[in-house]
């Protein structure tokens, strides 16, 4: 059984942050453990307050799981503090010394109903220490305006804010997620610096809650399974799509997508696409 490791936030309804990166997990057959990052009080409704968790706390965790289940694919999510992201910089950088291992981080720094998760302080240690770290980045549109300084609102400034990112790595794949386009297209800048577009389909349902984190989730684990470019983004964009197709309302606000969905079926994630 290939272990993979979630670092990201909690989210007490389960539509995304680690509870929904282990579901992910568990429905492409592989392991998940999860380093918490934060605290959030949150529902379908939205968010009402986050808390970071210590600094000290995260990295003895890193530390505690690299020793007994090193991960074979790391998926990094919502870091709440500008000292979380140091923390998990620096664990980065003493595993990479050792073994390779892909990355994927999902650039959490604001939830879907706008409370700030990450401040600036924050932000500007990721892009400094963090990206050039990781092999994989897959910001939205507003996330990728965050991090690049660009005001990204199309298809052209998608492309011109994957370059801007893609200058902060080396190696880095950059997906920019459309999915608060008209037509939701996913962009992908690969690290060779070829762009390609991911045709998306508009799915009418509420349950779209924690998209992000699934797809980033979704993501890792098509590239430990050995995908790689516009196939591992594809079938991990069709994976997301079908969980969003498939999905019971619950709540009285966004809810989560069906991200078990293949095991509903009695299926491996894996074998579909």
Same mark, same amino acid.
């Given at each position: 059984m290939r272990t993979v490791l979630t670092i990201a936030g909690f989210d007490p309804s @389960?539509? /995304?942050g680690v509870t929904a990166d282990l579901m992910v997990f568990a429905a492409h057959g592989l392991f998940g453990s999860s380093c918490v990052t934060g605290l959030t009080v949150q529902s379908t409704l939205g968010v009402?307050?986050?808390?970071?968790?210590? @600094?000290? #706390?995260?990295? &003895?965790? +890193?530390?505690? +799981?690299? *020793? %007994?289940?090193? /991960?074979v694919g790391i998926k990094i999510g919502m870091l709440a @503090?500008?000292? *979380?992201?140091? #923390?998990v910089a620096e664990f980065l950088e003493r595993v990479r010394a050792v073994r390779a291992v892909p990355v994927v981080l999902d650039p959490v720094v604001r939830s879907s109903s706008g409370r700030e998760l990450l401040d600036d302080a924050g932000v500007e240690v990721l892009r400094k220490r963090l990206l050039p770290l990781v092999d994989w980045v897959t910001p939205n549109l507003a996330e990728a305006g965050v991090l690049t300084g660009l +005001?990204?609102?199309?298809? &052209? &400034?998608?492309? &011109?804010?994957a370059r801007v990112l893609q200058t902060k790595g080396s190696g880095l *794949?950059?997906? #920019?997620?459309?999915?608060h386009l008209d037509s939701p297209d996913d962009l992908l800048l690969s690290a060779e610096g070829d762009a390609t577009w991911i045709a998306g389909e508009r799915i009418d349902s509420r349950s779209t809650h924690g998209t992000g984190c699934v797809f980033s989730s979704a993501l890792l684990s098509r590239v430990v399974w050995? %995908?790689?470019g516009q196939d591992a983004v594809g079938k991990a964009k069709e994976y997301v799509a079908e969980a969003i197709r498939r999905a019971v309302p619950v709540g009285g606000g966004v809810g989560p997508v069906d991200s078990l969905w293949p095991l509903r079926k009695?299926?491996?994630? +894996?074998e579909f696409g």
């Open positions: @389960s539509g /995304a009402r307050s986050t808390t970071p968790v210590s @600094s000290d #706390v995260v990295q &003895e965790t +890193l530390d505690c +799981l690299e *020793n %007994d289940l090193p /991960a @503090s500008a000292a *979380n992201v140091v #923390v +005001l990204v609102r199309g298809r &052209e &400034e998608m492309v &011109e804010a *794949n950059v997906v #920019v997620t459309g999915g050995g %995908d790689v009695g299926l491996a994630a +894996l």
